[in-house]
């Protein structure tokens, strides 16, 4: 059931090339339109041996150095509500768009699977609402900052060396 559910997803939203690739988001991982959840499920009948465990629970890994990671290693990387492929909310999905037009690589973490990272990105941006979206490690604000920036010709220009260079000759 799940397979043809993200079949009809992905067919819903164009088969796009981000869809077909893996994206991570904190505590469930998609691959191929498929979600693989690593978060602990409330299901009191589970027995602890085959409850799913949250991979990115270390005591010696804080949710910054999480966040430190992800801005360092992704160029175009959007801690919103919801995913790419299923924004839950306006301004994630608004983002996402902007983001979309130009074919970059996008990763993302939801930060409604996890009140702790929610409360970590506010503390390592200082900015207080989502979606939070970082560029080449620098944070660049939200979707109205995004929206902006696309409109004023800004975002182009700031992912030049990244978009794909096919998209760079036009």
Not at 75 to 97: D, N, T
Not at 141 to 156: A, P, R, V
Request: glycine share 6%.
């Amino acid at each position: 059931m799940a397979r043809s559910v993200s079949s009809m997803l992905l067919k819903s939203f164009g088969g796009s090339r981000a869809a077909r690739l893996s994206t991570n988001v904190f505590g469930s991982s998609y691959h191929k339109g498929m979600r693989y959840s690593t978060t602990l499920g409330n299901d009191p009948d589970t027995h602890e041996d085959f409850r799913p465990t949250n991979k990115l629970e270390n005591p010696e890994v804080s949710l910054i150095d999480i966040v430190e990671q992800d801005v360092k290693d992704n160029p175009v990387m959007i801690y919103m509500k919801g995913i790419p492929e299923m924004p839950r909310c306006g301004f994630s999905s608004l983002a996402v768009r902007v983001l979309k037009e130009y074919n970059v690589p996008l990763s993302a973490r939801n930060i409604l699977e996890d009140p702790e990272l929610k409360s970590a990105m506010k503390a390592f941006s200082h900015w207080p609402t989502f979606p939070q979206i970082f560029i080449m490690g620098e944070f660049i604000g939200g979707s109205d900052i995004i929206l902006n920036m696309h409109q004023t010709g800004e975002l182009k220009e700031k992912l030049k060396d990244i978009m794909p260079k096919l998209e760079k000759s036009e």
